[in-house]
């Protein structure tokens, strides 16, 4: 999803186990943003964990211009990343997310 520099993100992360069904996923698990230069923990009331189901709303003055990537851990021993899962753009033209309110 391509999106436009200042605009809040909202997010709904799937997290499923090869056989399709729902991975569990503690609530204690820390959601992080990265790019290539720099990762940082989102804030807890930035998301909420059900089940395999991470809904996630960034504000829009946290991220600048790139790619991000999603990095759940939980515990020592679950990590899940979405590889640029979100981009934000300052071109209105190669926007592909929007909101209709």
Do not use: G, V
């Given at each position: 999803m391509i999106i436009l520099l200042g605009n809040s993100v909202t997010v709904k992360w799937t997290i499923t186990k090869c056989d399709g069904t729902a991975e569990v996923i503690n609530n204690t698990a820390n959601l992080?943003?990265?790019?290539?230069?720099?990762?940082?923990?989102l804030a807890k009331d930035k998301y909420t964990i059900v089940g395999g189901v991470i809904d996630i709303k960034i504000p829009g003055d946290l991220l600048n211009i790139g790619k991000y990537n999603l990095v759940l851990v939980d515990g020592i021993s679950k990590r899940f990343v979405s590889k640029n899962a979100i981009e934000i753009t300052n071109n209105p033209n190669e926007v592909t997310a929007s909101c209709n309110v």
């Open positions: 992080y943003i990265e790019d290539a230069f720099d990762k940082f923990l």
